[in-house]
């Protein structure tokens, strides 16, 4: 998963699109081979290149325009901002993490999941003992992840836009998006969070006393010279642990730094 050029990453993509879109067409779910093809869709977060026609990428702009309504293709264009999945390794790093501090299986929520990689990457013995809600904004990879996990809770919408209980959830686990952009939000308009400190209040809100939070945000959340999202949260919860990840981190599977 994520391996591979950038041409067989975008080759990998357009195929789980035709799939997914057959899949819908037939209201049929996904076999076990077909999950094989679905779950290699890597996003456009490192194939910005193929929304420039102006370039060698001209064939799969095309054959991707064809694939897509236009509000489908806006919204993948977009998505070359956030969409840049994790790894297994970080993933299964992150359950261990949760296993040690004593995280057996609850109610679990991924606010930006994605096509689902952290369900798709968790310990059997958490998955079994747990109920599953997925959220994500994107119209196109939101039915890839149902499709790949049809007994989860997957939900196209935003984090800021969905109704999620407060109080509720034992863990909330993602690789949050982040950026210089501030969601809409009328409980937290006015204190300006950019959109990676906003997954965090409001993942504080949506986890019970007692529960996790864990996510991956960008290096600005700890080093950032404004601490009003480190003071908001310190309010509210405990931090247990900061581990800095690599540059590299996820160069290979994702073409980001």
Known sequence: MGAGSLREKCRANLAA???????????????????????????????????????DWQKENIELSALLSEEEFRAARASTLNAHYTSGEVIQAMYAAAERLGFAGGRILEPSCGPGHFIGFMPEAIHSQSVITG???????????????????????????ARVADDFYDLAISNIPFGDYKPFDNKFNRQGFLIHDYFFVRGLEAVRPGGLVMFISSRGTMDK??????RQVAAQADLIGAIRLPNTAFKRNANTE
Do not use: C, H, M
């Not at 010279?225 to 480190?230: E, F, I, K, T, Y």
């Open 225 to 230: 010279v404004d601490n009003s999202l480190r």
């Open 17 to 55: 699109i035709k799939l997914v879109r057959e899949l819908q067409a037939k209201n049929r779910p996904a076999t076990a081979e077909e999950k094989s093809v679905l779950v290699r869709y890597v996003g456009w977060g490192g194939l910005s290149q193929i929304f420039s026609p102006a370039t």
């Open 135 to 161: 959220l994500e904004i994107d119209p196109l990879t939101a039915p890839i992840a149902k499709a790949l996990y049809p007994e989860a809770d997957i939900r196209n919408e935003p984090f800021e836009k």
